[in-house]
Structures are given as structure tokens and as C-alpha cells.
């Protein structure tokens, strides 16, 4: 691995501040299920494709770092709000395709950024409790910057990092301005878990229908539908199904049914 990886410091790391806050950086930061590749503008957006190679038609991911850059950011009902509410407060990581509320729209970057972080509906996946090396990086991003966190895998396109910092490939490792090495924390997540059986990825939530307008609130009732859909199981699946019935009547499980 090259120079450029630096061990965590299990707190803000100011040289991933440094890169992200200006124009064009990519870097590489562990999370609870793995690496992902962090970008904040259109110019690191276009780096993570390239690097990556990978498919430009599914929402971006968006990492929020407080729920309150969350309210800021997506369109959102109580019921959802609910949702998120509680997954932060069982720090879960959670993450739910949204439409973007218009107000946040007009804060992107008018440099690209917008084709590049959602989908052709106008929607992205806004995630929470990704993980503490992140979150704390994307939330003094936010404040202290008003740049947004964009994310997704470090890996090539279609295959896992097995949660190893030696394994995000060599395109993106040579690629990257900074490699955050965190092996240790990404274990303590999944602990009793291998390569083999452990999650590499988040759970996944679409709130929205077919045209991208947010599902109806339910109110208790049944069959309300379009419903919320569960389209990619992961981490602590079982906890967030939990959760969503106790908030909706009605929803649906079709993993692998993404966009």
C-alpha cells in the first residue's frame, strides 16, 4: 500500500478535511460494512466513476452526518422521519431512496454534481450510522463547509472489499488522494462473523414509487400502497424490519429490485 494510507485516528481526520473540502478530492474511509470511496463535487464524482467503472443509472449516495443535514437535505413524512429517528438513536445504519426537498437542489454545485448524485427520478440514497470515521467526517464537512458527502463502495464495481483496506483493488488505491486504514474498526462491527458470512453492504430502502414521488403516509391503515420497499438486505436487517413494522402497516421485501 502506498504513502498515502494513514491509520485512523479515531476522531476527526483533519488530512481527509483537507482534501474533500477542496475541489476534485476522492478519498477512501471505512465504514461499518466495509470501504467506500468519498467524494464532495462533481470533479471527485467523475474520479469515483472512473475509478470504479461503474454504472452511472442508480441513485448516488448521499452520507448525512446529523439528521439534521438530513431534514435539510430529503423530502420526508413523519412516518419516515420516525424511521430515521429510530435507527439513529439504535445507531443502525440505515439508508432510504428520497427525493430531494427543491431548496437543497439549489445549494448543488452548479458543476455537474446533480447529474452525477441522482438517478433519472431526481432521487439519491440518503444514509445515517454509516459508521464513526465517516460520520464524523461528513457532518464537519457539512457545517463547516456546506459540502456535501457522496459515497460508494471502494472496490470494483460488482465486488466486495471483504472489509480490508488491501483489498479496495489497485485502480482505486492508485487513484485515491488518501486511504484511511481502519481493518480493526470495520471487524469490531461484525466481530464473530468471516469474509464469507459477514454484510458488505447497508440495507437498503426505497420510499419512493416508480416516478419518484415519496410513498404516502399510512397512518395505521392497511395496504396503503405505493408502500416503502426493502430493495437490498445488509447489516442488521433483522433490527430494521423490526423497526419498519412498528411504523408501517404495509411495506414491501424485494431484495435486488433497486431502481
Not at 15 to 34: D, F, H, Y
Not at 37 to 63: C, H, W, Y
Not at 112 to 121: I, Q, V
Amino acid at each position: 500500500m502506498s504513502n498515502k494510507k494513514i491509520e485512523w485516528n479515531n476522531g476527526l481526520q483533519q488530512e481527509a478535511v483537507e482534501i474533500l473540502s477542496n475541489e476534485g478530492g476522492m478519498i477512501v474511509c471505512p465504514t461499518k460494512v466495509g470501504y467506500i470511496i468519498m467524494t464532495s463535487d462533481a470533479r471527485g464524482l467523475e474520479r469515483k466513476f472512473e475509478a470504479k467503472q461503474r454504472n452511472r443509472n442508480k441513485p448516488g449516495v448521499v452520507l448525512c452526518g446529523s439528521l439534521e443535514q438530513l431534514k435539510e437535505l430529503a423530502q420526508l413524512n413523519p412516518e419516515i422521519e420516525e424511521l430515521y429517528q429510530k435507527h439513529w438513536d439504535a445507531d443502525v445504519l440505515l439508508g432510504c431512496i428520497l427525493p430531494w426537498k427543491e431548496d437543497a437542489v439549489a445549494r448543488i454545485p452548479d458543476d455537474g454534481s446533480k447529474a452525477l448524485m441522482m438517478d433519472g427520478r431526481g432521487t439519491s440514497c440518503f444514509v445515517i450510522k454509516f459508521g464513526k470515521p465517516g460520520e464524523i467526517l461528513a457532518k464537519a464537512l457539512w457545517e463547516n463547509y456546506g459540502k456535501f458527502s457522496f459515497a460508494s463502495s471502494a472496490n470494483p464495481s460488482g465486488k466486495g472489499n471483504r472489509g480490508l483496506v488491501e483489498c479496495i483493488g489497485e485502480r482505486i488505491e492508485e487513484r485515491a488522494d488518501l486511504i484511511i486504514d481502519a481493518n480493526h474498526y470495520v471487524k469490531s462491527i461484525q466481530p464473530n462473523e468471516t469474509e464469507q458470512t459477514r454484510y458488505e453492504q447497508g440495507v437498503m430502502i426505497s420510499m419512493v414509487d416508480d416516478n419518484g414521488t415519496l410513498v404516502p403516509m399510512q397512518n395505521g391503515q392497511r395496504d396503503i400502497t405505493p408502500c416503502p420497499v426493502l430493495i437490498r438486505k445488509g447489516l442488521d436487517v433483522h433490527k430494521i424490519m423490526v423497526m419498519m413494522s412498528d411504523i408501517f402497516t404495509t411495506w414491501d421485501y424485494r431484495h435486488g429490485n433497486y431502481y
